[in-house]
């Protein structure tokens, strides 16, 4: 009985490793005339986004697009796989990431499709008013120097607010995510300790801690501990109800996780490549500190030439009228600056 | 040792069906009382009446008294009634996991009883009485499995006397026995009556008649007659015995 | 005429039988050299040391399995500890005292009990169980026992403690069904044997029934407790997944199984992923030693049974 168990297991494992979308190497077409279909997949916190997305060009185009959301990291194997069209990935493709993919298919293009955020989140039963916390407080949280929500740095920020005397419990995402990526990023922006003994990476080896699975995971492990702090993407933190706090920007500003504080992050940086693309601590009075990009890939030779003009079609509409449902689902728009640049890529390199 | 059983009025159940009618008789010390009767006569129900035993059963229940050295056992604690009544079974019921001596000492450890010496003296003493001391003296730390059935049934036995009961019930004791071993109990339970009071279930009438000193036939739940060997298959009073020995009925 | 034909049917039947178990074998044959293909690069890279190392740091490129190893043994071993002392308990209350009335009932709910998906298991633990053992449970033993380093340290709620009481209630309804089962095979006789020696339920249970029936607890346990080794869902919700080694019961840990699930599909470099598949290959020795040790251990007890 054990044996089957452990077969089951075993297998199960197997069959993810094998790539979930079942579909053979480039070969999504499924009917040559107008019935079009093309599949992609990867991060799962776009996932509300583009299935509102393609469902609404479906109506539009009838080009069916196929969106399986299984995590960013998902994305990124399943392009190297060549069994999709395209990925969505919350962190472009590293350097060991890209050489593989080059070896499978050629070079890759990668262009950011949606913007979003981090709210650091926090259960503290007798608090109301949202807390103050800067970059360096968060450091010293998640380096395990704070043990207690009453400690006196905490006071300082937040002068108004009774902290209560609570153990700090400090909950991170124990599978690999895009969402650790950015967060640890922002960390090592701030602080050179955290970035010289933990580092930057969608999955680190966290000094103390407890570990939830998924935003879903966090949430709920944030939601049953009084005293927990976590980071979750924004749009979850808020349609879990969890409170979050406002951080010191660069400017010594606090602010909140919201629609224009995004923006305004955003707005900082003009230029995003794949190999430049934080967005983490930026500049500006009304900045959010902790933004980042999501990123579709795709390589950019293309066996089949409907499937590229599909694809370039397609991906034109998701950064242009796409963009117009984002904010109804808690999600920024990408800038305007931001969108010609895909649009550039999608018309000029790529077609 | 030996002290007489008297039985009053005694019915038993399962559940609404009722499977003994006022049966009231007298067992007698130092005597063997057997009963006889066809399959499904009430036999086995009624000696495990005796010690209680018929209780144990999902929905069955009793009525009636039976009595022993002025004591009502059906006010005692079943558990004193057990240790005053033996019981030895159809088929030989040995402890698989125990050992021979385990197996004789295992009534004595249930009354409490610790000390190693007394153990052993009383082990020793009741493999003696059920005369198989010499055949498992060298093995006594053995398992019981490498015993024949009929070693077996009487070391059964042995584990019986081992708590020094008043009364010894034996239900069909060699029925599953080949002759040989089926002898050897009989004479064993001749040997045993100068201490007991014995109650000898059989459906063997030529045993039944062998050692007897008392008979009673059990028909459909009910006494029918009761007497001496001698009488009651010579003499039958009742019909109905008389239908049974000539085997028109059962 | 018939009887060829039917000895051709048997022909065919066993050929069937044969090419099934030929089938079988190779499909666990592939398995294990699927598995070994992929990690070979950790076990090269790593050799021995993924079994001793204790950090677990993609980013480092470290990877040490022996926080998971022992996060699965530990939790596992508190489930079996506690599947097989309320399980055996209530599956002698059941079959023992079973004029009582609630029997049916219970039996019902241990059956209704046995069907929960675990993931359900798993949200039981993590908003009742948990809770509770962060507020009251855990204090309460760092109180009483706390001078024992198991009961030592930080409360958090989950952590290996919560992993272990989640896989003990999963294990209850399969070791109380199949002691059950066992106890009730125990021949009637030798209960009336007993009984008629004058002992008690209980006498009689410790006595006979227990002694009679142990072989089948045995494997009854052994077989829940491979069963908790690869249990996933429930595990990871309530562990911590916290890679760490920690000597009170208190602290989270992490198990092979859950750290498979939570970070198999986000594994992004060639080390990583083999390192994974060495986990999952880890996985299968520990379930493969352990069916063997527990057979071993079955068969010497049986053999011991019929020798002593």
Known sequence: MNWKVTVLVILSFLVSSCGIPATTSQGAVTAKSKMMQLTGTGSTFVDPLLSVIFSEYYQATSTEVNYQPISSGGGIGQIIAKTVNFGVTDVPFNHVEMVSAVQSGGPIEEMPITLGAEAIVYHLPQVSTPLQLDGQLITDIFLGKIHRWNNASIARLNPDVKLPNLPIRVIYRADASGTTYQFTDYLSHISPVWKSDVGVGKAVSWPVGIGGKGNAGVAMAVRSIPGAISYLEFSFAKSSHLQFSWIKNRSGKFVGPNFSSITAAANQSNIITPENFSIVNAPGRNSYPICAYSWVAFYRIQQSPIIKSELNQMLRWLVTKGQTYARQLGYVPLPKRIRQTDLSLLRGNWE | ?250 | MNKFRKHDSDRLFAGALLSFALILVLFIFVIISVLIERSWKSITTFGFSFLTGQTWNPLRHMYGSLPFLYGTLISSLIGLVLATVVGGGTAILLTQFNHLRFVKLATFLLDVLATIPSVVYGLWGLFVLVPWLRNTGEPFLKATLGFVPLFSGQVWGVGLLAAGLILGIMMLPTIISVVRKLMDQVPQELQDGAIALGATRTEKVRMVVLPYARVGILGAVFLSFGRALGETIAVTMVIGNSPTISSSLFQPGDSLASVLVTQFLEASTHLYLSSLYEIGLVLLIVAVLFHSVSKFLVWRVSERARIA
């Open chain 2, 1 to 250: 040792m030996g002290k007489s059983l008297i039985v009053e009025t005694l019915s038993a159940f399962y559940g609404k069906q009722q499977i003994l009618r006022h049966v009231s008789m007298t067992m007698p010390e130092h005597q063997v009382t057997t009963i006889i009767g066809p399959s499904g006569s009430g036999k086995t129900t009624f000696v495990r009446c005796l010690n209680r035993l018929h209780e144990t059963t999902p929905n069955a229940h009793m009525e009636g008294s039976v009595w022993l050295d002025h004591q009502n056992l059906y006010e005692l604690d079943p558990i004193i009634v057990r240790r005053k009544v033996g019981m030895v079974f159809q088929a030989p019921n040995p402890f698989p996991t125990k050992t021979v001596y385990e197996n004789v000492a295992a009534g004595l450890r249930l009354n409490g009883i610790r000390n190693k010496s007394i153990i052993s003296e009383q082990v020793e003493k009741s493999l003696q009485l059920s005369s198989l001391w010499n055949e498992v003296k060298n093995s006594l730390h053995q398992p019981v499995w490498n015993l024949t059935r009929g070693q077996q049934q009487r070391l059964c036995i042995a584990r019986a006397l081992a708590i020094e009961p008043s009364v010894l019930i034996l239900d069909e004791p060699s029925s599953t026995l080949d002759p040989l071993s089926a002898l050897k109990i009989e004479e064993l339970v001749e040997d045993l009556k100068s201490s007991y009071t014995i109650v000898l279930v059989t459906h063997n009438m030529q045993q039944a008649a062998r050692v007897a000193d008392l008979t009673a036939l059990f028909l459909e739940g009910e006494l029918v007659e009761q007497g001496s060997p001698a009488d009651l298959f010579t003499r039958p009073r009742d019909k109905r015995t008389e239908d049974y020995l000539t085997g028109r009925f059962g």
